[in-house]
């Protein structure tokens, strides 16, 4: 089975600009969860999307979006990007139901904004 | 809500040794506490998990202990690897009716092992 699916790896930014990530999930999992992980604020929950709705959200600004797709692939998005989105983004997708508690990361997106 | 806390954040030991890290967890509900290692320039891997009504789990050099109590629960690696060295994430979460599932996790622990 294939696992959690991220692109692109890598990317270079300028501030201002937006960005968009994508994941696919693992096949059958129908949450997808959106992580930024940094050297000095470790792994933060961003939000997640289930059947393609937000159904939690962390403590990030406006200018950090996502949606899903009925296919469950799920997309997030950064506007009017800063110096300090430089970071890891992971992906993590689970099957989202009551006994389906754990999560699996994908190899995550780097992104250096300049 | 959930606060994880994760110690030691860097351990060095020599290969062969056995490996601890530890975790606290402060909301009783907590009933999922997964592990995960993240090799570098890659995402987190899921290693072993436990839930709150089992004490233990092992699997081959791995193993986890969980005091409900105490709200602590704990990473052992023992005869450790070179292919060990990573860092590793405890996290904590509740499993409910309302099938929403949002891990908080520790801060994570960089583990050397030397040759």
């Known amino acids: 089975k294939a696992g959690v699916t991220q692109t692109p790896r890598y990317l270079i930014k300028t501030r201002g600009q937006q960005v968009t990530l994508s994941c696919s999930p693992i096949?059958?999992?129908?949450?997808v969860s959106w992580y930024q992980q940094t050297p000095g604020q470790g792994l933060q929950f961003l939000f997640e999307?289930?059947?393609?709705?937000?159904?939690n959200k962390g403590n990030f600004p406006g200018r950090f979006s996502g949606r899903q797709f009925s296919n469950s692939r799920s997309e997030m998005n950064v506007s009017t990007l800063e110096l300090g989105d430089s970071a890891l983004y992971l992906c993590?997708?689970?099957?989202?139901?009551?006994?389906?508690?754990?999560?699996?990361f994908g190899e995550g997106s780097w992104l250096t904004v300049v | 809500g959930e606060n994880v806390e994760q110690h030691p954040s860097t351990l060095s030991v020599q290969e062969g040794d056995s490996a601890v890290i530890k975790c606290t967890y402060s909301?009783?509900?907590?009933?999922?506490f997964p592990w995960y290692k993240q090799e570098l320039g890659k995402g987190p891997q899921l290693i072993i998990d436990?839930?709150?009504?089992?004490g233990e789990k092992k699997d081959q050099r791995i193993a986890v202990t969980l005091n409900k109590t105490a709200k602590h629960f704990s990473l052992h690696i023992t005869e450790t690897q070179p292919e060990d060295s990573a860092v590793y994430f405890c996290?904590?979460?509740?499993?409910?009716?309302?099938?929403?599932?949002?891990?908080?996790f520790g801060r994570g622990t960089s583990l050397i092992v030397h040759p």
């Open positions: 993590a997708s689970s099957q989202g139901q009551l006994s389906g508690n754990t999560i699996y």
């Open positions: 096949s059958g999992h129908r949450s």
């Open positions: 999307y289930f059947s393609e709705t937000q159904r």
């Open positions: 909301d009783s509900a907590s009933n999922y």
């Open positions: 436990i839930r709150s009504n089992v």
């Open positions: 996290a904590a979460s509740k499993g409910g009716t309302g099938g929403s599932y949002i891990p908080t």
